[in-house]
């Protein structure tokens, strides 16, 4: 059932980014929360997450996939998402991102050990990847803390690989977690060419 959706997220992403005319990004395995509503189709999703998604956010958010982000964040995330917001940036457009729910389409990931996540690209920018997971305890029925995350991250690269118009990232999975999680991405563009970042949700679920 991944592969299928992964395939079709990225038929979908094929088609969609003929359109666009600034490049960024999203989670594409573990696919991120916007990613997936979007694969869904943001005028008939078929997710109860998404469609309570589109509720609060309308729809008109979910095309624009690629462009969580912050224009000036230079490395200041913690600073100034807001917790609560960190799915959505802190951006009122992409507030429905930020729902707390226990029925988030998920990933199923193996508990520990290598891992290649992927990053869907509409073009490429120079920056760092970090990804963070939420630790042990976790509940996806509260709204999303910076404290639920891991202070370091299990992944932190420059300028990881691209194959197949995403980012490779060759990461280590933590272990130590079973059942519902998060994955949170931050892809930051390197600074004074651009203070920009990029963010991601992703719900997996650990065996």
């Not at 969609?16 to 929360?33: E, Q």
């Not at 997971?133 to 803390?145: A, E, F, M, N």
């Not at 690269?157 to 994955?183: E, F, K, S």
Request: glycine share 10%; hydrophobic share 35%.
């Amino acid at each position: 059932m991944k592969v299928a959706v992964l395939t079709a997220v990225f038929g979908a992403v094929s088609v969609f980014t003929a359109v666009p005319a600034l490049a960024h990004g999203s989670m594409g395995d573990p696919i991120s929360r916007i990613m997936r509503c979007f694969q869904e189709g943001p005028e008939n999703p078929r997710s109860a997450a998404c469609k309570a998604a589109i509720a609060v956010g309308d729809s008109w958010p979910i095309y624009d996939w690629d462009e969580v982000n912050i224009g000036d964040a230079s490395g200041r995330s913690r600073e100034i998402i807001p917790d609560g917001k960190l799915c959505s940036a802190g951006r009122d457009k992409y507030k429905g991102l930020d729902l707390p729910r226990a029925d988030w389409p998920a990933t199923t990931m193996p508990g520990s050990g290598p891992y290649t996540l992927r990053y869907q690209l509409t073009a490429p920018h120079p920056g760092t990847f970090e990804l963070y997971v939420t630790k042990p305890g976790y509940d996806p029925t509260k709204p999303l803390k910076w404290s639920d995350l891991e202070d370091t991250p299990f992944y932190k690269q420059d300028n990881p690989p691209i194959a197949g118009n995403a980012y490779q990232l060759r990461a280590n999975l933590p272990g130590g977690r079973t059942g519902r999680h998060l994955i949170y991405s931050i892809w930051q563009r390197h600074w004074p060419d651009s203070g920009e970042a990029f963010y991601s949700c992703s719900d997996v679920i650990f065996p």
